[in-house]
């Protein structure tokens, strides 16, 4: 017989980064407020400092957190069978068919993931959760994907602006 259609998804550095860049102006006001005040003693470095530092810190959180999910899991989506694998550290966490599915919900910061105007640095962090018909429920980030490729399941999108509620890491 033929091969089983397989896509596999797993961490990407280049995903990981995609999303970091986004929102690289609060770093760089974070770090030359703090470096203007290293170098003149004025008040308004720190100020500016721990301004951008207020809406840099939750990204950093946020971003640790989807880097200890994601990395080391993968995700093998086989059409042919309708099957999805979860793989974690090389062992089987999970393996379910596309009918066991209840729902898949994609948790997002922004309705308009593209749109850099008026963005936060946590709104650019989303994440999916495959809800199984037992109960069991999946979390993968967009360091992994942004979708699957399922067709004929619906996917439900929910703003989330922390996008921390409902993740139970690791």
């Given at each position: 017989m033929g091969q089983d259609f397989k896509i596999e998804f797993?961490?990407?550095p280049k995903n990981e980064w995609r999303v970091f860049r986004k929102s690289i102006i609060f770093?760089?006001?974070?770090?030359s407020g703090f470096i203007y005040f290293l170098a003149t003693k004025e008040d308004i470095g720190l100020f500016l400092?721990?301004?951008?530092?207020l809406f840099a810190l939750p990204q950093l959180v946020l971003h640790f957190q989807y880097k200890l999910n994601d990395r080391?899991?993968?995700i093998i989506v086989n059409h042919s069978k309708q099957?999805?694998?979860i793989e974690h550290n090389g062992k089987?966490?999970?393996?379910?068919?596309?009918?066991d599915i209840n729902k898949i919900i994609r948790f997002k910061g922004q309705w308009d993931e593209e749109n850099m105007t008026y963005a936060l640095p946590t709104f650019f962090y989303n994440y999916t959760e495959i809800v199984l018909n037992d109960g069991h429920k999946i979390f993968?980030?967009?360091f992994i994907a942004k979708n699957l490729g399922l067709k004929n399941i619906e996917i439900e999108k929910k703003l989330s602006l922390l996008n921390l509620s409902n993740i139970k890491w690791l």
């Open positions: 797993d961490f990407d770093h760089i006001g974070t770090l400092g721990f301004g951008f530092l080391r899991k993968k099957t999805i694998r089987l966490e999970k393996e379910f068919r596309f009918k993968f980030s967009d």
